[in-house]
């Protein structure tokens, strides 16, 4: 059976900390894509990586960065120097059969100024 | 607008009533997926369509949910003889390209209709 877990519920930060967003998941596909997603309080989806099964190499935009290990399952995302308007629930998602998005429960981040 | 639209954006329903959602997905999308987002959860899949053509409706909870598409654009997904339980987030997705090509494509979402079920 195909998984995602966030075994973060919740994070609070400080403005200007570096927090880093787990993810872990399961599939028995050889090829898979892993996805990020920011919902704001507006509740909109909001589209912020795609990473395919093949491609192990880290992603660096902006003040984001994601750091996938096929070894441990994992797919972790790191904000850094966090602003307030990073608050948001983030969910990590996996690519399955027919294209549908398995997500994870979310992880809802919040920055204090 | 370039991005998927919803609505209503918000409904209230008393048990029992039927509740129609529509969706537009963004202009000339093959792919169409509503999921269903339960207050504190992760979206959950609901159904999928390739134009018009329902290819997997495995999410759907019951036989009181009903989804279509008829020519190949608009979907509206319909509850019939709502119950509490089925208040959630209703979103929908699109995007480009239909399974032969589409794998990698990234789905894009609407802002959702949250429905309440009194």
């Known amino acids: 059976a195909q998984k995602v877990t966030q075994a973060q519920t919740e994070i609070s930060v400080v403005e200007k900390e570096d927090v880093t967003l787990d993810c872990v998941y399961e599939t028995r596909d050889t090829t898979y894509y892993l996805f990020w997603y920011k919902q704001p309080p507006s509740g909109e989806l909001v589209f912020l990586i795609r990473?395919?099964?093949?491609?192990?190499q880290n992603e660096i935009s902006g003040r984001y960065s994601w750091n996938f290990q096929k070894s441990t399952s994992s797919f972790n995302f790191t904000i850094t120097a966090s602003q307030v308007v990073d608050s948001a629930v983030y969910f990590c998602a996996l690519s399955g059969g027919g294209g549908k998005l398995i997500f994870g429960q979310g992880t809802e981040l919040s920055v204090k100024p | 607008g370039a991005g998927v639209s919803q609505s209503p954006r918000y409904k209230v329903a008393k048990r029992g009533q039927d509740v129609a959602l529509r969706c537009d997905p963004i202009s000339g999308h093959v792919s169409l997926f509503w999921y269903q987002q339960a207050l504190g959860q992760g979206p959950e899949f609901l159904t999928y369509?390739?134009?018009?053509?329902?290819?997997?409706k495995s999410g759907l909870p019951s036989d009181r949910f009903f989804a279509e598409r008829p020519e190949g654009s608009v979907s509206t997904l319909k509850i019939q003889r709502t119950q509490q339980e089925d208040s959630a987030v209703y979103l929908c997705?699109?995007?480009?390209?239909?399974?032969?090509?589409?794998?990698?494509?990234?789905?894009?979402f609407g802002p959702g209709t949250r429905l309440t079920v009194l």
């Open positions: 990473r395919n099964s093949f491609d192990e």
């Open positions: 369509f390739q134009n018009e053509a329902q290819l997997d």
């Open positions: 997705a699109s995007k480009p390209r239909g399974l032969a090509g589409g794998v990698t494509d990234t789905q894009y």
